[in-house]
């Protein structure tokens, strides 16, 4: 008798123990899939690959922390070698196969701008990791950016010229979106300033030497040559200068802000002189800096998993995907949400500044998210 009454006891307990597991996995929250594109490889995997290596990091520490809400985040990332259309692909993937909430990236200007109809048409939140004003300016509903864009970086670099009573350039700069962006801003700002420009020289991104380009810069009366490009031209340009003898400063942007440049420009990076974000001089700012304990976190955090330095390029994907992250939390799995959570961020402290979104402002920071950084035996050092 004890052996059937527990037999019954079994049958009767198995469909109740299977019913508590089958609620049990239907109450197991769901994975948030956010997409990330950048150029991984490729002319531009100097800012990509800090970017892909930034987002495994942040994946990793969030979910160890218990993900958003309880739900463990995926950070699905492609490679868009820093092709348009390898990216416009990639995007599409993320899109309509991968059905991600959000994506981060891509790397280049170039390649934001060609995939801006996209996301627009798919209603998805896109935050780019690129600087080109132009991604962000006139205002597109479903565009943000982290970067400093370049009209505020020539905004910071004609304070420095003032400072130092420069009233002739001459300008050098890479062939594509982000180059003739960063020109364009240089000659609309320049004149405002009472700054001549006195000569123009085009390189494109794969060019080997641009010593023709600055021999004709040497003979004219430019006080400075500024330069708007991403590695490795900038750090080609450094070079020639210095093998053709010229004397005068050598300004870049803030495409040269990772520690490739000073690698592939040498000695001649010695005194070159940029608009860069404080990360990469996070141990010079002032105690009272608000971001100062946050960039050294993800300093150390960074070179203690990967063994190299932080840079200012995996800071915008730190941002971007922590805006995201943000925005998550709030709005739940809602696109039209996390959109709407993203442009009313105020005050959000991240590597780049102090973000300050708006319906009329998708970049949210000011030109006081810059420092002048100059590099000095082989390393960047805040200039006071």
Known sequence: ???????LMWLFCLPVLLFVLISGCAKEKKVYKIGAIFAITGPASPLGTPERDTVKLLEDQINQAGGIDGHRLKVIIYDTAGDET??????????????????????RSGTTLAIIDEVQKAEIPLISCAASIKIVEPVKKWVFKTPQSDVLAVAKIIDY??????????????????????????????????????????FGQKDPDMTAQLTRIKGTDAQAVICWGTNPG??????????????????????????KFIELAGEAAEGVVFPAGRLIVAEELPDSDPQKSLLLKYANDFQQKYGRSADTFGGHAWDALQLVVSALKKAGPDKAKIRDEIENTRNFIG??????????????????????????????????
């Open 234 to 259: 900038p750090a080609i340009v450094a070079r020639n200068m210095r093998q053709l003898g010229m004397q005068i400063p050598l300004i870049q942007s803030h495409g040269i802000a990772n520690k």
């Open 1 to 7: 008798m004890f052996r059937l009454n527990k037999k």
């Open 86 to 107: 390898k990216c416009r692909m990639a995007v599409k993937k993320l899109i309509y196969k991968d059905k991600v909430l959000a994506i981060i990236g891509p790397s």
């Open 161 to 202: 010229l003032k400072e130092r009573n420069i009233d002739k350039i001459a300008i050098i700069n890479v062939s594509n979106p982000y180059g003739i962006s960063g020109k364009e801003q240089l000659d609309i700002q320049a004149p405002q300033a009472g700054i001549q420009v006195v000569a123009h020289e085009e």
């Open 351 to 384: 590597t780049g500044g102090i973000f300050n979104f708006s319906p009329t402002e998708h970049n949210g920071l000011t030109k006081e998210a810059f420092v002048m950084v100059t590099i000095r035996d082989g390393n960047w050092r805040l200039l006071k």
